[in-house]
């Protein structure tokens, strides 16, 4: 029998950094470019209400999990708020959203180390990224921690020195031309709008894919050392530190580099250095890109791992993925994941250039659903748990109901423009052939297995 269980070895210091870093992948450093060129300067708008949708639904989320943290989080949630079919859909559907997310996250690997190894093929990298990563996962929750820790500093400190010479760079003249740059460029490019409208909301699904991740952090409230503190610091942190480092990133970059130009460098980031003459800098750029993009996938495997345990444990998934190392490690259920990300390094081998592109609106998809039934699963909560549990709650949404209703708006424009994209017909169709293999295997394996007890 087995006797060792999860620990709780996250600290507040590894969460925050978590929640931060989660919320900066390659979405921020790479995919803002594309998001650039069809909104221009009015993508600080659209990261803005990004930001305040993504906080909305982490801050219900949050509710749930100081109440009841456990590992496996809202798909757990959702099997006992919502019933064993939405449980088990969720669990599975957001499996494997973070299985892509591990995939997309390397495919970013192989494309930015083919700057520097452009004879090496691109899935090598992407391959030997999922199986570094997954080898962090299976020595202790400890160690990822400490990784996802470092990690995210390299790419916080790298935004506040970014920042910090844009600053110069707009006040005092900071560049290899020596004018201050101001912040005319916000609008002297055809204006703050400069696709209309429309290229705005086509932007808005880009937008939000850059902040899905952040509720990976109820996946580690199972392993969270003081949840009722280090959730909550979590997501109150979160707030700010979006406002600085995508619109306050976003506003520094558009402000010295016109928005038109941006594309040319591949990077926004890249394009700012360039526009103070430290075009050397690129190298740099290359390497946080890569350890953005490693951060990202170590994240996804640690949550898919999570995500199959609980699945385990509530009899949805095979009872041998609940097992756990001595050091609280479920390394079967990680074992999976890696697995399945490694065959889904393919597409690199086959499409490496539409690659990225794909599997970041898949994602998107997925993504939004599982937020719809965060703030569905949320509302159910509040009603099972009735006032007196509501009394007691250690956490409280914020804005509640106000907050869910404005979130699950926004949700289903961009969710509407998404479909809309010519883009994403591919992506959709793989994902529908997938859900519907989901759906039926509940009825066909798991409801038939419970008709036997």
Same mark, same amino acid.
């Given at each position: 029998?087995?006797?060792?269980?999860?620990?709780?070895?996250?600290?507040?210091?590894?969460?925050?950094?978590?929640?931060?870093?989660?919320?900066?992948?390659?979405?921020?450093?790479?995919?803002?470019?594309?998001?650039?060129?069809?909104?221009?300067?009015?993508?600080?708008?659209?990261?803005?209400?990004?930001?305040?949708?993504?906080?909305?639904?982490?801050?219900?989320?949050?509710?749930?999990?100081?109440?009841?943290?456990?590992?496996?989080?809202?798909?757990?949630?959702?099997?006992?708020?919502?019933?064993?079919?939405?449980?088990?859909?969720?669990?599975?559907?957001?499996?494997?959203?973070?299985?892509?997310?591990?995939?997309?996250?390397?495919?970013?690997?192989?494309?930015?180390?083919?700057?520097?190894?452009?004879?090496?093929?691109?899935?090598?990298?992407?391959?030997?990224?999922?199986?570094?990563?997954?080898?962090?996962?299976?020595?202790?929750?400890?160690?990822?921690?400490?990784?996802?820790?470092?990690?995210?500093?390299?790419?916080?400190?790298?935004?506040? &020195?970014?920042?910090? /010479? =844009? $600053?110069? +760079?707009?006040?005092?003249?900071?560049?290899?031309?020596? *004018? %201050?740059?101001? #912040? @005319?460029?916000?609008?002297?490019?055809?204006?703050?709008?400069?696709?209309?409208?429309?290229?705005?909301?086509?932007?808005?699904?880009?937008?939000?894919?850059?902040?899905? &991740?952040?509720?990976? /952090? =109820? $996946?580690? +409230?199972?392993?969270?050392?003081?949840?009722?503190?280090? *959730? %909550?610091?979590? #997501? @109150?942190?979160?707030?700010?530190?979006?406002?600085?480092?995508?619109?306050?990133?976003?506003?520094?970059?558009?402000?010295?580099?016109?928005?038109?130009?941006?594309?040319?460098?591949?990077?926004?980031?890249?394009?700012?250095?360039?526009?103070?003459?430290?075009?050397?800098?690129?190298?740099?750029?290359?390497?946080?890109?890569?350890?953005?993009?490693?951060?990202?996938?170590?994240?996804?495997?640690?949550?898919?791992?999570?995500?199959?345990?609980?699945?385990?444990?509530?009899?949805?998934?095979?009872?041998?993925?609940?097992?756990?190392?001595?050091?609280?490690?479920?390394?079967?259920?990680?074992?999976?994941?890696?697995?399945?990300?490694?065959?889904?390094?393919?597409?690199?081998?086959?499409?490496?250039?539409?690659?990225?592109?794909?599997?970041?609106?898949?994602?998107?998809?997925?993504?939004?659903?599982?937020?719809?039934?965060?703030?569905?699963?949320?509302?159910?909560?509040?009603?099972?748990?009735?006032?007196?549990?509501?009394?007691?709650?250690?956490?409280?949404?914020?804005?509640?109901?106000?907050?869910?209703?404005?979130?699950?708006?926004?949700?289903?424009?961009?969710?509407?423009?998404?479909?809309?994209?010519?883009?994403?017909?591919?992506?959709?169709?793989?994902?529908?052939?997938?859900?519907?293999?989901?759906?039926?295997?509940?009825?066909?394996?798991?409801?038939?297995?419970?008709?036997?007890?």
């Amino acid at each position: 029998m087995q006797t060792h269980s999860l620990r709780r070895d996250l600290s507040s210091r590894q969460m925050r950094l978590m929640a931060l870093g989660s919320a900066i992948g390659v979405g921020l450093f790479l995919g803002s470019a594309t998001v650039i060129k069809l909104a221009g300067p009015s993508i600080l708008l659209g990261y803005l209400i990004g930001g305040v949708v993504a906080y909305f639904v982490l801050s219900a989320l949050g509710e749930m999990a100081v109440y009841k943290p456990v590992a496996g989080s809202f798909a757990a949630y959702a099997h006992e708020y919502l019933g064993p079919f939405m449980g088990y859909v969720v669990g599975w559907g957001y499996w494997i959203y973070w299985g892509v997310i591990a995939v997309i996250e390397v495919t970013a690997v192989g494309i930015y180390m083919g700057l520097w190894f452009p004879d090496t093929p691109q899935w090598i990298w992407a391959l030997a990224a999922i199986l570094a990563m997954g080898s962090i996962n299976f020595i202790s929750v400890k160690l990822f921690g400490e990784f996802e820790y470092w990690f995210a500093l390299i790419k916080v400190a790298t935004i506040i &020195g970014m920042i910090a /010479i =844009g $600053l110069m +760079a707009i006040f005092f003249g900071y560049s290899h031309q020596g *004018i %201050p740059a101001g #912040i @005319h460029h916000l609008w002297d490019h055809g204006g703050f709008f400069p696709n209309g409208f429309s290229g705005f909301l086509l932007a808005m699904p880009l937008m939000l894919f850059a902040y899905l &991740g952040v509720e990976m /952090i =109820g $996946l580690s +409230a199972g392993e969270a050392s003081n949840p009722n503190k280090t *959730i %909550p610091d979590a #997501i @109150h942190s979160l707030s700010w530190r979006i406002l600085i480092f995508y619109v306050g990133a976003l506003f520094i970059i558009l402000s010295v580099a016109p928005w038109d130009r941006v594309d040319q460098f591949g990077s926004p980031f890249v394009a700012l250095f360039d526009q103070v003459g430290m075009r050397q800098a690129a190298g740099f750029m290359n390497f946080v890109v890569i350890t953005a993009a490693l951060s990202s996938c170590n994240a996804g495997i640690f949550s898919g791992g999570r995500l199959l345990y609980n699945l385990s444990i509530q009899s949805q998934a095979p009872k041998s993925l609940a097992r756990l190392s001595s050091h609280g490690v479920p390394y079967l259920a990680i074992l999976s994941i890696v697995v399945f990300a490694s065959v889904g390094v393919c597409i690199n081998y086959f499409i490496p250039k539409q690659a990225f592109d794909y599997l970041a609106y898949a994602i998107t998809l997925i993504g939004l659903l599982i937020w719809f039934v965060i703030l569905y699963t949320h509302v159910q909560f509040r009603k099972k748990i009735g006032n007196e549990g509501l009394r007691n709650l250690a956490y409280r949404s914020k804005l509640w109901p106000y907050s869910s209703w404005i979130a699950a708006t926004m949700l289903s424009v961009v969710m509407v423009m998404l479909v809309l994209t010519k883009e994403a017909i591919y992506p959709l169709v793989i994902l529908a052939i997938l859900f519907i293999i989901c759906i039926s295997s509940y009825f066909f394996i798991y409801q038939k297995n419970e008709q036997l007890k």
